[in-house]
């Protein structure tokens, strides 16, 4: 199993940026993807963007495209997935987590095998 760790959030203001990152320890493999989710209060959770490492494909949620940018540094069991948030919304405000599966990225929560803690991020209007 892939041990996921979230870093990186904090409070900021609408308009302005934050970058997450996730670290990973234990064996990853080529077929793994990684993505980021997301849950805000009385809400589900939601996928944000995700990256295979196979093929560096990434893919984003309507809701986040052209300001939210999802990349990756790949090292022998120390792959780091990084979310640049950008333009930040107060609709942004949510805990953010990683997530890692074997296969491409998906958006459905059941489909990964490999979580974080999550990380809050609040966004102030």
């Known amino acids: 199993q892939v041990h996921l760790v979230e870093s990186g959030g904090g409070l900021v203001q609408a308009g302005g940026s934050l970058r997450l990152s996730c670290a990973t320890s234990g064996p990853t493999f080529s077929a793994y993807a990684m993505a980021w989710f997301r849950q805000a209060p009385g809400k589900e959770r939601e996928f944000v963007g995700g990256?295979?490492?196979?093929?560096?494909?990434?893919?984003?949620a309507d809701s986040v495209k052209d300001r939210f940018t999802v990349s990756g540094d790949g090292a022998k069991d120390k792959d780091t997935l990084y979310l640049q948030m950008s333009s930040l919304k107060a609709e942004d405000t949510a805990v953010y987590y990683c997530?890692?599966?074997?296969?491409?990225?998906?958006?459905?929560?059941?489909?990964?095998?490999?979580w974080g803690q999550g990380t809050q991020v609040t966004v102030s209007s």
């Open positions: 990256l295979s490492w196979a093929d560096s494909i990434t893919r984003y």
């Open positions: 997530a890692g599966r074997l296969g491409g990225v998906v958006t459905t929560v059941p489909q990964y095998a490999d």
